[in-house]
């Protein structure tokens, strides 16, 4: 089916362990984007990439990195978990960024 | 940062009801968008409205866009027990140039009572 595909699903890290969310998207889509979703707090952006070849710092950008690495692919690592960092995180892509979006299926981190 | 908030937080409604949830945001528009996401799940685009519009529908889904009130409305008419999820409103700003990216609202939780 056509969309965007996270992985994996679930992860649970320990303090200080590193790890990369995976991003892939099949619909040609020019944008892709990093969500973190916690209780309460609703969705935030942590990086974007506008276009193939960009990235830019959303709302919450700290403790994360990014790498675009073609247009299907945005992926989304963590150097130093925290447990701060225990959420559950989401990619999305869209075309232009202002038509709507698609959403992957999410990862659900817990850091202890 | 959030713009969008919606109004109720959360709703609970029989089914076969109309369920009514609504939108604000803060700065000029080029769009406002509804997103749907079931308990567990990704978010899934329902519906777009732009801001040269003021009423759009999709099957059982009507949205209004008031851009003097800078407020949208989401009804659902005839409720389904499948209907309960959380709703979300977003916006894409008039000045967003290649910023293009959302400005989300907190949701709405709507619970749909057999």
């Known amino acids: 089916n056509a969309g965007v595909t996270q992985t994996p699903k679930f992860q649970v890290l320990k303090t200080g362990q590193s790890m990369t969310l995976q991003c892939a998207q099949d619909?040609?889509?020019?944008?892709m984007y990093w969500y973190r979703q916690d209780p309460g707090m609703g969705l935030r952006l942590i990086y974007y990439?506008?276009?193939?070849?960009?990235?830019d710092k959303g709302e919450v950008p700290n403790g994360y990195n990014v790498s675009r690495l073609n247009k299907r692919e945005f992926s989304l690592r963590l150097e130093s978990a925290a447990p701060s960092q225990t959420s559950v995180y989401f990619c999305a892509s869209s075309e232009t960024g202002i038509g709507g979006y698609t959403f992957g299926s999410g990862t659900r981190l817990t850091v202890v | 940062s959030q713009q969008g908030e919606e109004d109720p937080q959360a709703l609970s409604i029989q089914e076969g009801e109309n369920a009514t949830m609504n939108c604000s945001y803060k700065t000029s528009i080029n769009n406002l968008q509804w997103y749907r996401q079931n308990s567990g799940r990704g978010l899934v685009h329902l519906i777009l409205?732009?801001?040269n519009e003021r009423e759009k529908h999709s099957g059982r889904l009507r949205v209004t866009l008031d851009t003097s009130k800078k407020s949208s409305s989401l009804l659902i008419t005839a409720s389904r027990a499948a209907d309960t999820a959380s709703y979300f409103c977003a916006t894409v700003a008039t000045n967003a140039g290649n910023n293009r990216k959302l400005i989300w609202g907190l949701g709405t939780s709507l619970a749909v009572n057999p």
């Open positions: 990439s506008a276009s193939e070849g960009t990235t």
């Open positions: 409205i732009r801001s």
């Open positions: 619909m040609n889509h020019n944008s």
